[in-house]
């Protein structure tokens, strides 16, 4: 598994998220519902509960690697490429902040 840490800059990080920051994203993913679908794109996103995002993000499959992006300390977004809960084409990455 790869754990690697990027500080973009001195208040921005970007690391490996696990099941362990479920919570956190889940409130990102809740809070962001209705933007997620105002224009049909991550429909798939905006419809995972909470126990998909937990499953998910607990164990995730060999071709799905996820990165949160923390502004402040705060989980802001993510990166990831492969399936994930909204899949994407394997063969390119897929940047998220709401």
């Not at 690391?15 to 994203?25: K, L, Q, T, W």
């Not at 993913?29 to 429909?43: K, V």
């Not at 990166?79 to 084409?89: M, P, S, Y």
Request: hydrophobic residues 45%; proline residues 1%.
């Amino acid at each position: 598994m790869i754990h690697a840490v990027a500080h973009v800059r001195s208040q921005t990080r970007v690391a490996r998220a696990d099941g362990a920051d479920a919570a956190e994203y889940y409130v990102v993913l809740d809070r962001n519902r209705l933007h997620l679908t105002r224009f049909g794109d991550y429909d798939a996103e905006a419809a995972q509960t909470w126990e998909t995002v937990v499953r998910y993000l607990s164990d995730p499959s060999d071709e799905t690697f996820n990165c949160g992006i923390w502004f402040n300390a705060q989980l802001v977004g993510r990166v990831a490429t492969g399936q994930g809960l909204a899949a994407v084409d394997a063969r390119h990455h897929d940047v998220k902040m709401w």
